[in-house]
């Protein structure tokens, strides 16, 4: 009998997985497996429990938003064994479920869990930490995590709309950096910076660009440098939103390893959590580094 952990976040997006965990349960015993269910008791408890037991199991299951993925997919990789990850998203982004294309639907999703099959992804690693699709500082980075989990569970996505809705009126910050990328050397005051791995951001399709693939070794980088005036930001939104090709404003492009050193400590985000604060980044890309399941191919 082959054996899967199922870890969840009864918490994430307004609860829904609770009405569900009977059928999730029964779609993995239909595809042979002998399952453990373990709800999260707090932040960090996935990861752990993954990080210990993952070696025993032939298949990890996880259910939640982003957060929960994350700390799933960092205690795989701390535990030094390659189990495939299914994936039953019910955050209110839910950014990688959506460039992995599973299906909200929680049965669905399930179902690709236990059926699917196995896509070698590329995962990000910053410093000591890693990260599935983004790890981000500046401009609006904390909107996520300073959203708190009842305003997801209210209003789902609005809720960081409403969040980011406070902000609006204020000056926006540049940060003093040097950048090193590609051989390149870049010093400037930036704004905002993501380095991702997945074609929707923020539940924002394309924003780095239509030909993202997850297992090229290559991560995509996006620095924004910091407007003077109104018409650099609305050049920037332009070119954010994919309106125009390029813009002297945005820097963008492909690498598989980039440091960055800042004059002040800046705090990152990291898959939508705050994932600590530094002067000195240093990001590589783990080509092809865990096994998600996916819908399997016609």
């Given at each position: 009998?082959?054996?899967?952990?199922?870890?969840?976040?009864?918490?994430?997006?307004?609860?829904?997985?609770?009405?569900?965990?009977?059928?999730?349960?029964?779609?993995?015993?239909?595809?042979?497996?002998?399952?453990?269910?373990?709800?999260?008791?707090?932040?960090?408890?996935?990861?752990?429990?993954?990080?210990?037991?993952?070696?025993?199991?032939?298949?990890?299951?996880?259910?939640?938003?982003?957060?929960?993925?994350?700390?799933?997919?960092?205690?795989?990789?701390?535990?030094?064994?390659?189990?495939?990850?299914?994936?039953?998203?019910?955050?209110?982004?839910?950014?990688?479920?959506?460039?992995?294309?599973?299906?909200?639907?929680?049965?669905?999703?399930?179902?690709?869990?236990?059926?699917?099959?196995?896509?070698?992804?590329?995962?990000?690693?910053?410093?000591?930490?890693?990260?599935?699709?983004?790890?981000?500082?500046?401009?609006?980075?904390?909107?996520?995590?300073?959203?708190?989990?009842?305003?997801?569970?209210?209003?789902?996505?609005?809720?960081?709309?409403?969040?980011?809705?406070?902000?609006?009126?204020?000056?926006?910050?540049?940060?003093e950096m040097q950048v090193?990328?590609?051989?390149?050397?870049?010093?400037?005051?930036?704004?905002?910076?993501?380095?991702?791995?997945?074609?929707?951001?923020?539940?924002?399709?394309?924003?780095?660009?239509?030909?993202?693939?997850?297992?090229?070794?290559?991560?995509?980088?996006?620095?924004?440098?910091?407007?003077?005036?109104?018409?650099?930001?609305?050049?920037?939104?332009?070119?954010?939103?994919?309106?125009?090709?390029?813009?002297?404003?945005?820097?963008?492009?492909?690498?598989?390893?980039?440091?960055?050193?800042?004059?002040?400590?800046?705090?990152w985000t990291i898959d939508?959590?705050?994932?600590?604060?530094?002067?000195?980044?240093?990001?590589?890309?783990?080509?092809?580094?865990?096994?998600?399941?996916?819908?399997?191919?016609?």
């Open positions: 009998m082959k054996r899967a952990l199922f870890v969840f976040n009864m918490r994430s997006g307004k609860g829904m997985i609770k009405s569900k965990i009977a059928d999730v349960l029964d779609t993995l015993v239909k595809a042979g497996y002998e399952v453990t269910a373990h709800p999260t008791q707090e932040g960090g408890d996935a990861m752990r429990l993954v990080e210990e037991k993952a070696g025993e199991y032939q298949l990890v299951v996880c259910s939640g938003g982003d957060g929960t993925l994350d700390e799933t997919v960092t205690g795989m990789i701390r535990s030094g064994h390659r189990v495939p990850i299914g994936y039953i998203p019910t955050g209110s982004t839910n950014d990688f479920g959506a460039t992995l294309k599973i299906p909200k639907n929680i049965i669905k999703a399930a179902e690709i869990a236990a059926n699917g099959e196995d896509y070698a992804c590329d995962i990000g690693a910053i410093n000591d930490d890693s990260f599935v699709y983004i790890a981000a500082f500046g401009l609006f980075t904390d909107i996520s995590y300073a959203t708190s989990q009842q305003m997801k569970n209210a209003f789902g996505h609005a809720a960081y709309l409403f969040e980011l809705a406070k902000q609006f009126g204020k000056p926006i910050p540049g940060y090193e990328v590609n051989g390149e050397v870049l010093e400037d005051r930036f704004s905002y910076g993501m380095i991702t791995n997945s074609s929707s951001v923020g539940g924002i399709k394309d924003l780095t660009g239509k030909n993202v693939d997850l297992s090229d070794g290559l991560l995509e980088v996006t620095l924004v440098r910091e407007p003077k005036n109104p018409l650099e930001l609305n050049e920037i939104l332009t070119r954010l939103a994919n309106l125009i090709p390029e813009s002297k404003f945005v820097y963008a492009v492909k690498a598989d390893h980039l440091t960055l050193r800042s004059k002040e400590p800046l705090s939508g959590e705050y994932g600590g604060t530094f002067q000195d980044v240093e990001i590589f890309c783990e080509k092809q580094a865990v096994d998600f399941r996916v819908r399997k191919k016609n």
